[in-house]
Nanobody, 124 residues
Framework: QVQLEESGGGKVQAGGSLRLSCTLS????????MGWFRQAPGKEREFVSA???????KYADSVRDRFIISRDNDKRTAHLQMYRLKPEDTATYYC??????????????????WGKGTLVTVSS
């Protein structure tokens, strides 16, 4: 059974940094696209970033140049390094994974595997 476990959320002041991690338990890691979504209170879930098995990356415009996604296939882990955090980045961040294309995962539709979420709070 595939499981995703996130870690690294917390509270930080605006301008600070946090690093989220997502560990995947699955028989094969290399063929899975991984990504991050977030959902703020009262708002819809939105795409943040994704990374393919070949480390091709995609970012939402709102986080481009501030967030960096990476993956370690040996450790079956994906990371989201977040810099220059803003109060509007406050949300629960969810790791997502699927044997799909990075473009498809970005839509958030039909993603089979989700983590339980980790809360990021950015104070002004």
């Amino acid at each position: 059974q595939v499981q995703l476990e996130e870690s690294g959320g917390g509270k930080v002041q605006a301008g600070g940094s946090l690093r989220l991690s997502c560990t995947l338990s699955a028989p094969a890691f290399g063929s899975i696209v991984m990504g991050w979504f977030r959902q703020a209170p009262g708002k819809e879930r939105e795409f943040v970033s994704a990374i393919s098995e070949g480390s091709i990356t995609k970012y939402a415009d709102s986080v481009r140049d501030r967030f960096i996604i990476s993956r370690d296939n040996d450790k079956r882990t994906a990371h989201l390094q977040m810099y220059r955090l803003k109060p509007e980045d406050t949300a629960t961040y969810y790791c997502a994974a699927g044997t799909t294309t990075i473009v498809e995962l970005r839509t958030g539709v039909g993603i089979p595997y989700w983590g339980k979420g980790t809360l990021v709070t950015v104070s002004s």
